[in-house]
Structures are given as C-alpha cells and as structure tokens.
C-alpha cells in the first residue's frame, strides 16, 4: 500500500518568513495530493490540493509542488502569520474506483513567532 | 452550518463498554469515510461508503468494529468491548463522487474517545 512520509515534524518560523513542508510518497500510482491544516481540537481543514497532471498550483500565499519522477511535493507558505500556526498534514491516494482511502503523512506543527 | 458534524464530540468509557458514534455528511455528498486520529499522527483511513454501501475497509477494522450508513445520508461507527488502545480521535469526512478522479474529502470535528 501506500506509504507518506512527512518532515519536518516541527517547524518554527519568524512571521514574515517562508514555511517549506516536504512529503514523499510510495506508491507511483498515486495521483491525487491534498494539504491539510488541523488546528487544536479541531478536524483537518483542506488547504491546497494537486492532481498529478500538474507541477505547480498557488493560492494566495500557499503553493504545492509536485515531482512525480522522485516521488515527492511540497508545501511553501511565504509571509508567514501567526494564525498560520498548526499542524499541517500531506496526503496521497492512488487512481481506482474502489480505492478513495487518504494516506497521510505524520504531520508538520508549525509554529510562527510574531 | 452545512458542514460535517460528528456526535458527541467527547465520549469517555469505561473498558469493555460499547460506544456508538455518529457522522452527518455535508447534504447530498454521497460518498462517506471514517479515519481514526491517535495524538501525534496523522488520520488513518478505516472505511468508506458510497451511498449505503460499504466499498472499503481497513485492516485497522477490527471485528469489534461496526459501521453502517443504512439510508446513504448519516453513518454510525460502532465499537464493542472497547479497549484502552481504541483511545482516539474518530474523524468523519464527506465528499461527491465526481468523474475526473479522486475528489475533495471535507472532514468533520471528530469526536474524542478516552476508554478507561
């Protein structure tokens, strides 16, 4: 099956600042990326997602990239806000119709100082 | 608010109680999925629904676990003779099938069992 691994697994950041957040991924099938933000208390809060047919997607201040021939995307948050700290989860799911399971990662807590 | 809601949100037990939890998905999503969250990791899949039938299933459910979505709207996990390492985070999510591949999951709250 599918295996995601997530890093760092803590992250601290001067607001202003860039946050990178790096996954990779196993299973080569895998063509749908999503980006979860989960604060405390909380369920997971979807960010940002990529299909596989594409490298690059940007929303606002949160990109992902994505390079499916080493198997790895990644999340950058640039201008980094306090309220930007959580713990932040990749995820990947392979093609099928009978398989629509998640993978995620471990996770990232991100922690922006003011 | 038309998202996923998940009840109760706290459930403490006692070990060997059975638990029930109960997800409402965001309306007309007719796809359905439970994932267990343990603290410092990341939500693990268990199963899934499409409409009232179950299409997936986990290795992590146990045969202590139950799950049914018998009308296709909200679904009910069911735990029996609850167990201290059944302690976690039950996240319910919610999606629409769509034709271009796999679609968004919206998750809900999730509801926080502590079995003592």
């Known amino acids: 099956g599918e295996n995601v691994e997530q890093h760092p697994s803590t992250l601290s950041v001067q607001e202003g600042d860039s946050a990178v957040i790096k996954c990779t991924y196993s299973?080569?099938?895998?063509?749908?990326f999503p980006w979860y933000k989960q604060e405390l208390g909380k369920g997971p809060q979807l960010i940002i997602d990529?299909?596989?047919?594409?490298g690059e997607k940007k929303d606002q201040r949160i990109a992902v990239t994505l390079n499916k021939t080493a198997k790895h995307f990644s999340l950058h948050i640039t201008e980094t806000q306090p309220e930007d700290s959580a713990v932040y989860f990749c995820?990947?799911?392979?093609?099928?119709?009978?398989?629509?399971?998640?993978?995620f990662g471990s996770g990232t807590r991100l922690q922006v100082q003011p | 608010d038309t998202g996923v809601s998940q009840n109760p949100r706290h459930k403490i037990t006692k070990r060997g109680q059975n638990v029930t939890f109960r997800c409402d998905p965001i309306?007309?999503?007719?796809?359905l999925y439970w994932y267990r969250q343990t603290l410092g990791q990341g939500p693990e899949f268990l199963t899934y629904?499409?409409?009232?039938?179950?299409?997936?299933k986990s290795r992590l459910l146990s045969d202590r676990f139950s799950a049914e979505r018998p009308k296709g709207s909200f679904s009910t996990l069911e735990i029996q003779r609850t167990e201290q390492g059944d302690s976690a985070m039950y996240l319910c999510?919610?999606?629409?099938?769509?034709?271009?591949?796999?679609?968004?999951?919206?998750f809900g709250p999730g509801t926080r069992l502590l079995v003592l």
């Open positions: 309306s007309e999503h007719n796809r």
């Open positions: 299973d080569s099938a895998s063509n749908y």
């Open positions: 995820a990947a799911t392979p093609p099928g119709t009978g398989r629509r399971a998640l993978t």
């Open positions: 629904f499409q409409n009232e039938a179950q299409l997936e």
């Open positions: 990529i299909r596989s047919n594409v």
């Open positions: 999510a919610s999606s629409l099938a769509g034709t271009s591949g796999q679609e968004t999951q919206y």
